[in-house]
């Protein structure tokens, strides 16, 4: 079984940065692309990023292009959002995901894609 834990959630202040991490108990976290998902109060859940199985290609929501990015240690079995330039609107709740049902360089953007999920981390934007 799948387990996503993620970490790094919290309060900043607008303009400030967080670095999320995604630690996945896998055996082999190179055979898993992996994506961000954020869902806001009251809002659905969004795409942010995504990561292909070798790290050399990502795919980001145009809402966070130039502030966000994803990034990938397959040695760590962690992934990782570092998030800049935040803003009230980023407010939300952080998801990792994986999917292994996937080839080796592409990157999944698509919820129903993943089959496997993280419980989530709270960031929380605001002065």
């Known amino acids: 079984q799948v387990q996503l834990v993620e970490s790094g959630g919290g309060l900043v202040q607008p303009g400030g940065s967080l670095r999320l991490s995604c630690a996945a108990s896998v055996r082999t976290f190179s055979n898993y692309a992996m994506g961000w998902f954020r869902q806001a109060p009251g809002k659905e859940r969004d795409f942010v990023l995504a990561v292909s199985r070798d790290g050399s290609n990502t795919y980001s929501a145009d809402s966070v292009k130039g502030r966000f990015t994803i990034s990938r240690d397959n040695a760590k079995n962690t992934v990782y959002l570092q998030m800049n330039s935040l803003n009230p609107e980023d407010t939300a709740v952080y998801y990792c995901?994986?999917?292994?049902?996937?080839?080796?360089?592409?990157?999944?953007?698509?919820?129903?894609?993943?089959?496997?999920w993280g419980q989530g981390t709270q960031v929380t934007v605001s002065s």
């Open positions: 995901a994986a999917t292994d049902r996937v080839g080796y360089l592409t990157a999944v953007t698509r919820q129903r894609d993943y089959p496997y």
